[in-house]
Each structure stands twice: as structure tokens, then as C-alpha cells.
Nanobody, 126 residues
Framework: QVQLVESGGASVQAGGSLRLSCAAS????????MGWFRQAPGKEREGVAR????????YYADSVKGRFTASRDNAKNTLYLQMNSLKPEDTAMYYC???????????????????WGQGTQVTVSA
């Protein structure tokens, strides 16, 4: 069974940086889409950065392009999200998510993803 555990969330001031980590277990050597989503209270869950474990492009939300960078270490079964130049509007619960995918089209809605972590809170103060 797949388990995802996020860490690294914190409260920071605008302009600061954070690095989130997602430790995955149970993925084995299968092909997956993995990525980061975020959700603020009362708002829809938004795809932040998504990628395939076998390579290909990373899909970023327009609001984070140039500021956030997703990366992965398949050997360590870990997904990362480096967040720079944080803004108050980045405040949200950040979730790591995954789904089985054999084609490589990892963009899409949160509803397409099957496995979810518990989330880690990121709060950015003005």
C-alpha cells in the first residue's frame, strides 16, 4: 500500500523560502504521477507541481512558475518542493499526491490522484 508523508511546512515571512519533502512508501518501481497540491480554507485544491516518476516535464501552476521547483529522488522515494519568494497568497495546506500512470500525462485535477498525504501547513505572513 502507498503511503505519503509530507514535512517541512512552517510559518515564514513574505519573501522567505521553504523546502517541503514527501516521503513515499509502497510505490515500488511502478510508474506514477506525483506532485504537490495546495488548498486554502474555502478554496479549491490547486495543482502546484506535478511530474512523472519516469521523467518528462513538470507541470507548474502559473502562480508559482519561477518561484517553486519540484524535484524527486527516486532512489530515496522522496519528492521535494523548493519554494522561494513566498507570498501571503501561498498560504495553504500543501499535500503530496500520487496516482498510477503508464502514459505520462500528469497534469490534471486533484480528483485524478488516488494517494494523498496528510498535508503540511505553509503560512506566509506579510
Amino acid at each position: 500500500q502507498v503511503q505519503l508523508v509530507e514535512s517541512g511546512g512552517a510559518s515564514v515571512q513574505a519573501g522567505g523560502s521553504l523546502r517541503l519533502s514527501c516521503a513515499a512508501s509502497g510505490l515500488g518501481y511502478s510508474a506514477y504521477c506525483m506532485g504537490w497540491f495546495r488548498q486554502a480554507p474555502g478554496k479549491e485544491r490547486e495543482g502546484v507541481a506535478r511530474m512523472h516518476t519516469r521523467g518528462g516535464p513538470t507541470y507548474y501552476a502559473d502562480s508559482v512558475k519561477g518561484r517553486f521547483t519540484a524535484s524527486r529522488d527516486n532512489a530515496k522515494n522522496t519528492l521535494y518542493l523548493q519554494m522561494n519568494s513566498l507570498k501571503p497568497e501561498d498560504t495553504a495546506m500543501y499535500y503530496c499526491a500520487a496516482r498510477n500512470d503508464w502514459i505520462g500525462y500528469c497534469d490534471g485535477s486533484a480528483a485524478d490522484y488516488i494517494y494523498w498525504g496528510q498535508g503540511t501547513q505553509v503560512t506566509v505572513s506579510a
